[in-house]
């Protein structure tokens, strides 16, 4: 395993991505003071996890992020990655390229990525534990750390050797155990406290646990009863309920009965009407045969009285002829009796004719 390539942007004085490859073997990174060298062991540490903004040279953590420049506005995110071949899986993580990340916005957020993923710092540090690399190892030995090494107590330098003899894993695991056995001590002695307070209570609680035994007796009780109300009241209206409901049926009976007489009577009545119009229709054709009648005979009386004239004249003629029958009759027995004393005096004629011829 080894550090194959650092990616910079946004962090100190490195604004503009920046890829520093780096083979195996050394490699020397030389500059002018002020020039940014150790901004890139910073920045090492800082995506290493490095919490402290004075071991990053800083007086807090935003400083990391480019702070800007004469000709170059602030930026609002300082990211770095840092990529280690893995091919010889000392990292234990199964790919052949490692890429640890970390990025810090303005606003304080911050976030670390193992190959593009979002983790936690501890994953990070779990994952580097034991290979020499790390915020507190020994692999990134700053300006003035030598002198610190060589100066440094015995107990401090064991730190440098459990370190570097991969125990380092041991002791964090340690640490983290012995830390998690002092909560649970406190967790202890927060329980005996909450124990003793409880022993405390018991007495009251005692006498509270009676009182509500009592009253929960007594609301059973209290329940039985309700209930036998409850089952008398719903008997009541069962019954109440079974003689409404013969009432409904002899009601509705009733108003079926009722209904069919009304459909009976609603069809006789339109039977009715259909005769009552019928019989006003005849009334009418009735009426104007009457109107005609009444027409008729006062034509027929018309020509009654026309008659009646007519009879009377022919009444007064035939009285005439009458008369004059009367008249001419009279004219004919005499006319006869002229015949007759004619024929008597023509006789003797007739017999001289007779005997003449
Ligand atoms: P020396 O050889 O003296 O140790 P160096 O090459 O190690 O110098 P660094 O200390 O890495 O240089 O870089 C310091 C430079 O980084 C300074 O010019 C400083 O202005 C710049 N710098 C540090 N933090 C920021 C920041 N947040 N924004 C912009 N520039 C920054």
Redesign the pocket.
């Known amino acids: 395993m080894y550090l194959k390539r650092l990616e910079i942007q946004g962090?100190?004085?490195f604004?503009d991505k920046t890829v520093l490859e780096f083979d195996k073997g050394i490699t020397a990174i030389v500059?002018?003071?002020?020039?940014?060298?150790?901004?890139?062991s910073?920045a090492v540490k800082w995506v290493l996890g490095e919490q402290s903004p004075k071991t990053l040279?800083?007086g807090k953590m935003e400083?990391?992020?480019?702070?800007?420049?004469e000709n170059r506005r602030?930026v609002g995110m300082a990211e770095v990655s840092l990529i280690m071949d893995n091919s010889d899986r000392t990292l234990n993580i199964d790919y052949s390229e490692v890429k640890i990340t970390r990025r810090l916005y303005r606003s304080g957020e911050s976030e670390y990525l193992i190959n593009g993923s979002l983790c936690r710092l501890k994953d990070i540090q779990l994952l580097f534990a034991d290979t020499g690399i790390g915020k507190d190892g020994f692999s990134i030995i700053g300006?003035g750390k030598v002198d610190e090494i060589l100066n440094s107590k015995s107990n401090d330098r064991r730190g440098i050797f459990e370190d570097a003899s991969g125990i380092m894993k041991y002791r964090m695991r340690k640490e983290e155990s012995e830390r998690k056995l002092n909560n649970t001590e406190q967790n202890l002695v927060r329980i005996n406290d909450i124990l003793g307070e409880l022993e405390r209570q018991i007495g009251p609680l005692e006498k509270q646990a009676e009182k509500a035994r009592k009253y929960l007796t007594l609301k059973y009780e209290l329940r039985d009863i309700e209930v036998g109300d409850l089952v008398d009241t719903i008997k009541d209206s069962s019954a109440k309920i079974e003689e409404a409901e013969r009432n409904i049926s002899i009601v509705e009976d009733q108003i079926r009965q009722t209904e069919e007489k009304l459909e009976n009577v609603k069809r006789e009545n339109q039977e009715k009407t259909e005769k009552s119009k019928a019989l006003e229709e005849q009334i009418f054709r009735e009426r104007e045969k009457g109107h005609e009648i009444g027409n008729l005979i006062e034509r027929i009386n018309s020509s009654i009285r026309i008659n009646e004239n007519n009879i009377n004249t022919l009444k007064q003629a035939v009285e005439r002829n009458d008369m004059e029958f009367a008249e001419l009759s009279k004219r004919n027995v005499v006319l006869q009796n002229d015949v007759s004393s004619v024929e008597q005096r023509i006789a003797p004629t007739e017999e001289q004719l007779e005997e003449a011829r």
């Open positions: 962090f100190k004085s604004v500059g002018p003071n002020g020039s940014g060298k150790s901004n890139i910073d040279r800083g400083d990391v992020i480019f702070a800007g420049t602030p300006q």
